[in-house]
Structure formats: C-alpha cells, structure tokens
C-alpha cells in the first residue's frame, strides 16, 4: 500500500526552483526579514480565499474572523477589510480588534474565563459579549450598570450534539465553553430582567474538520437548536452564531474541504431561517480556514549530519517558534506538516530527511523522515499551512532564542 501523501500545496508559485510569495522570492523576503527564522503571510491569498466564500457561500451570510488563528494587527486589519464581523478571545485581541477600525458591535468576545477588569473594557467599547454562564450574565449585568452603559449579549450554547470528526471539540458533553442547552431557557428568563441587550446566540461545537458530512449535519443540528431556544427569548434575535469548524489540510492523506455540498444546504437553511426568525442573521465563525493557507514559516538550515544511517537537517528554527508543526500542539501520533526547502524545491538532489531545531530536546522536530531536496547550511525550509496558530500559539521564549519577525506582504 502506498503512504498517503499531502494535499498539493499549489497557492504558493515556484520560479528557477524558489518559492515565491506576493510575487517575490523567499530569497528577498529572507533578506527583508534580517534572515531566517521568520513567519510570512500573504494578503493577497487571504483576499481570495474570502472572495471564494462570498461566491461559494449564500448571500446574505455573515462571515466572521477569529482573530486567534492570526492576531497580527496588520493581518487583523487586512482582514478587518474583507469580513463583517471580529472574533476576540481576550481584552488584548479586543484592542487589537478595535484598532482595525471595525463597528464593535461587530466584534464579539467569547471565552470561558473573562475577567471583570475585560468585561468592562468590552462593555465600554460596545463590543458584543458572547455571555458563557449565568455567572458571567450577572457580572455583565452589574458592570453595565456601573458603566451606565446597556452591554450586548449573545448566549454560547453548550450543545448536547457534537461536531463529528472534529480536530477539536468545544461543544457536547460536559464542557467549560457556554451554557449547556437544557439550562438557557432558564438563563433566558433572568436575562429579561436585566439591563441587557440580548442579540442571540453563540453555538460554537468544534475546529479543524474536514468532513463536508460533519460540517453539514452540526450546522443543521445547530439552527434547529437555535429554533427552540428562541421561543425563550426576551426579545427577537438578531445574531445567530452557528460556528464554523472548516479546516485545512495539515497532514498526509488529508483534502481540503469542499464548498459546495455545504453551501446548498446553508442556502436552504437559511430560506427556511428567514422564514422562522425573520429578525435574526446567520453568522459562521473562522479563523484558520481564512489565514491558515496564506502563511508560511520559514528557518535556515546551519547544519547537517548523518547519524547511524539516518540525515538530519539542523535549522535554527523549530519546537518554540513553531509547536503545531513540531507535533506537540494537540497531536497524539506525530505527523508531518508540508515542508520543503524553499530555494530549491525540486532540487537536483532528494533524499529523506529528519528537519530538527536547536532545541536540547527530542520534541524539536519539524519534518520526521520526509522526502526532499538535500539541504545544506544556508537553505531555506519553508513549513506550509503556517498562517494560523504558528507565532501565537508557540513557546517564544523557550531556551531564549530571538523570536522569529513576522511580515505581511
Ligand atoms: C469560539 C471559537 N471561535 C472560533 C475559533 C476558530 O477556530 P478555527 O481557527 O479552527 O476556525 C475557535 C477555535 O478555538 C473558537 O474556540
């Protein structure tokens, strides 16, 4: 049987054998960036990837950006151009939101632990409160008050289903991500009594899935869940947030997502919403699927040696500037993401190779036993699918290196 192989990763031109992105060498880039290790993201891409979801997706859908896969301000701020809404898990990605410029009623703030001193800069800038407990309602409530300021509210909903074959799953079970659904009838009551403004609903259940199925039957197990709940409702709503989950391919053996068959059912879902909540619109919630593809991390290889038969390509960049792509961000079994040395991505030479970092640590693996050109001191190994959840979500610090730059061309 043959190995699986990685989808193609075409969205990136090669000329004379170099990557390019935004029509420029990585060579070029290399030098603007002071050199390797470095993270490069490409707006150009990002623009087209939003413009194949306008043309894909059904009109009159809202399309938000989580800014946590990518919170780069001059990346939020491209974004901020090309979305109707902003997602913002903490008072820092708020800031970094309502910098862009964005309506902040249009940016909305979710997450399981918000602190009184965030929900008060939130509630202050008008942002909407995605409220994930009957606690964090009160605390709301009281802060509003104190403020003289009335805080939109949606409520995020804990599910009873969960997204199938999800990378990760925030919604189903017991979870600490919103109020399970059996309880928001209940927590819809008390909410009329106080001084909120109720917008609707946060159903939020998982990430980085690849299965069109998957994605269509939470969708449709969402909104019919959204249905019940808003015969509770204080008052008709207006934002119903049913999540998102498209993912991109990361590992062997795994394609991207196809559009289409998940458009033709929101289409008739949401002919079907308009009919039943006329006031309320649907919104789906991305972040990697929007970014992920537009970036990638980019280390220098300084050494290289043979040990007891096996090659090993030593770069100065890794398990700290890059934890998913090391395998240590969620993974069970260590898989490889796409990799391959940027200035000679066909090579002359290929041979199989282990790509580590500089890090004293056996976790410090880029590309384990992975087919390409044979790298010397001074080539480029570029990791494709890096623009989402690579510089933000790494171990910067670790072992003191310098942390890589980051640019946007
Ligand atoms: C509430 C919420 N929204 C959006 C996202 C973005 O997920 P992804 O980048 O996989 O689209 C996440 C991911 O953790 C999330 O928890």
Same mark, same amino acid.
């Given at each position: 049987?043959?190995?699986?192989?990685? *989808?193609?990763?075409?969205?990136?031109?090669?000329?004379?054998?170099?990557?390019?992105?935004?029509?420029?060498?990585?060579?070029?880039?290399?030098?603007?960036?002071?050199?390797?290790?470095?993270?490069?993201?490409?707006?150009?891409?990002?623009? @087209?990837?939003?413009?194949?979801?306008?043309?894909?997706?059904?009109?009159?859908?809202?399309?938000?950006?989580?800014?946590?896969?990518?919170?780069?301000?001059?990346?939020?701020?491209?974004?901020?151009?090309?979305?109707?809404?902003?997602?913002?898990?903490?008072?820092?990605?708020?800031?970094?939101?309502?910098?862009?410029?964005?309506? #902040?009623?249009?940016?909305?703030? *979710?997450?399981?632990?918000?602190?009184?001193?965030?929900?008060?800069?939130?509630?202050?800038?008008?942002?909407?409160?995605?409220?994930?407990?009957?606690?964090?309602?009160?605390?709301?409530?009281?802060?509003?008050?104190?403020?003289?300021?009335?805080?939109?509210? =949606?409520?995020?909903?804990?599910?009873?289903?969960?997204?199938?074959?999800?990378?990760? @799953?925030?919604?189903?079970?017991?979870?600490? /991500?919103?109020?399970?659904?059996?309880?928001?009838?209940?927590?819809?009551?008390?909410?009329?009594?106080?001084?909120?403004?109720?917008?609707?609903?946060?159903?939020?259940?998982?990430?980085?899935?690849?299965?069109?199925?998957?994605?269509?039957?939470?969708?449709?197990?969402?909104?019919?869940?959204?249905?019940?709940? *808003?015969?509770?409702?204080?008052?008709?709503?207006?934002?119903?947030?049913?999540?998102?989950?498209?993912?991109?391919?990361?590992? #062997? !053996?795994?394609?991207?997502?196809?559009?289409? &068959?998940?458009?033709? %059912?929101?289409?008739?879902?949401?002919?079907?919403?308009?009919?039943?909540?006329?006031? =309320? @619109?649907?919104?789906?919630?991305?972040?990697?699927?929007?970014?992920?593809?537009?970036?990638?991390?980019?280390?220098?290889?300084?050494?290289?040696?043979?040990?007891?038969?096996?090659?090993?390509?030593?770069? %100065?960049?890794?398990?700290?500037?890059?934890?998913?792509?090391? !395998?240590?961000?969620?993974?069970?079994?260590? @898989?490889?993401?796409?990799?391959?040395?940027?200035?000679?991505?066909?090579?002359?030479?290929?041979?199989?190779?282990?790509?580590?970092?500089?890090?004293?640590?056996?976790?410090?693996?880029?590309?384990?036993?992975?087919?390409?050109?044979?790298?010397?001191?001074?080539?480029?190994?570029?990791?494709?699918?890096?623009?989402?959840?690579?510089?933000?979500?790494?171990?910067?610090? /670790?072992?003191?290196?310098? &942390?890589?730059?980051?640019?946007?061309?």
């Amino acid at each position: 049987m043959k190995s699986p192989k990685h *989808a193609p990763m075409n969205q990136f031109p090669v000329i004379e054998d170099c990557l390019q992105v935004g029509s420029r060498a990585i060579t070029d880039i290399a030098m603007e960036a002071g050199g390797a290790p470095f993270y490069v993201y490409d707006r150009q891409l990002m623009t @087209k990837r939003m413009a194949e979801m306008r043309s894909s997706l059904p009109n009159g859908l809202i399309i938000k950006y989580a800014i946590k896969a990518n919170p780069m301000p001059a990346v939020v701020q491209h974004m901020s151009t090309l979305v109707d809404g902003l997602d913002v898990a903490s008072a820092g990605e708020l800031r970094v939101a309502l910098d862009s410029g964005f309506d #902040p009623i249009n940016i909305s703030f *979710a997450g399981p632990g918000k602190m009184d001193w965030e929900l008060k800069q939130a509630i202050a800038a008008g942002a909407t409160l995605n409220l994930e407990s009957e606690n964090e309602m009160e605390r709301a409530a009281l802060i509003g008050d104190q403020l003289g300021v009335q805080p939109h509210v =949606a409520v995020r909903v804990n599910p009873e289903f969960e997204l199938k074959s999800s990378g990760v @799953k925030m919604g189903g079970g017991p979870k600490a /991500f919103g109020v399970d659904s059996e309880r928001v009838p209940a927590m819809l009551q008390r909410l009329g009594e106080l001084n909120l403004d109720f917008r609707g609903f946060h159903i939020y259940c998982g990430s980085q899935n690849l299965s069109e199925e998957s994605i269509i039957d939470a969708q449709n197990k969402t909104i019919d869940l959204g249905y019940r709940l *808003a015969e509770h409702a204080p008052q008709p709503i207006t934002t119903f947030n049913i999540g998102g989950g498209f993912g991109i391919p990361l590992f #062997p !053996g795994e394609n991207r997502l196809e559009l289409e &068959p998940i458009a033709e %059912n929101l289409e008739i879902r949401m002919r079907e919403t308009a009919d039943r909540l006329p006031t =309320a @619109k649907i919104a789906i919630e991305l972040g990697r699927y929007l970014v992920g593809e537009a970036g990638l991390y980019v280390c220098e290889v300084v050494d290289r040696k043979i040990s007891r038969g096996e090659v090993f390509i030593i770069t %100065n960049g890794g398990l700290h500037q890059h934890l998913a792509a090391s !395998g240590n961000f969620g993974q069970v079994l260590r @898989k490889n993401f796409p990799v391959v040395v940027a200035n000679r991505v066909v090579g002359q030479e290929r041979e199989v190779a282990n790509v580590v970092g500089p890090l004293c640590t056996p976790l410090d693996i880029l590309a384990a036993q992975m087919e390409l050109t044979a790298a010397h001191p001074g080539d480029l190994i570029a990791v494709y699918q890096s623009g989402a959840y690579g510089y933000s979500t790494s171990p910067i610090a /670790f072992l003191g290196h310098p &942390p890589p730059a980051q640019i946007l061309v």
